[in-house]
Nanobody, 120 residues
Framework: QLQLVESGGGLVQAGGSLRLSCAAS????????MAWFRQAPGKERKFVAA????????SYADSVKCRFTISRDNAKNTVYLQMAHLKPAETAAYYC?????????????WGQGTQVTVSS
């Protein structure tokens, strides 16, 4: 069973940067497409960024393009989200998710989330 653990969240001022990490255990990440989502209090969980199993393809929500960078290190079984120029509206719990590249059409594995708070 794949397990995901996020870290790197915290309190940052508007305009600041943070790097989130998602460490996987139980399976190797090379067989999974990975993504980051976020959920603000009282709101639905929303897609932030995704990366293919070999990092050959990435995609971003329009709101984070040119400010966030998703990457992965399969040798370390870890996925990252580098966030820059953060805004108060981006305060949310950030979740890492994994989707098997074979036999799955949705993200099946989720971490517990890491809180990001952006102060104005």
């Amino acid at each position: 069973q794949l397990q995901l653990v996020e870290s790197g969240g915290g309190l940052v001022q508007a305009g600041g940067s943070l790097r989130l990490s998602c460490a996987a255990s139980g399976r190797t990440l090379g067989s999974y497409r990975m993504a980051w989502f976020r959920q603000a209090p009282g709101k639905e969980r929303k897609f932030v960024a995704a990366i293919s199993e070999n990092a050959g393809s990435v995609s971003y929500a329009d709101s984070v393009k040119c400010r966030f960078t998703i990457s992965r290190d399969n040798a370390k079984n870890t996925v990252y989200l580098q966030m820059a120029h953060l805004k108060p509206a981006e305060t949310a719990a950030y979740y890492c998710a994994a989707r098997p590249i074979v036999g799955a059409s949705s993200y099946e594995y989720w971490g517990q989330g890491t809180q990001v708070t952006v102060s104005s």
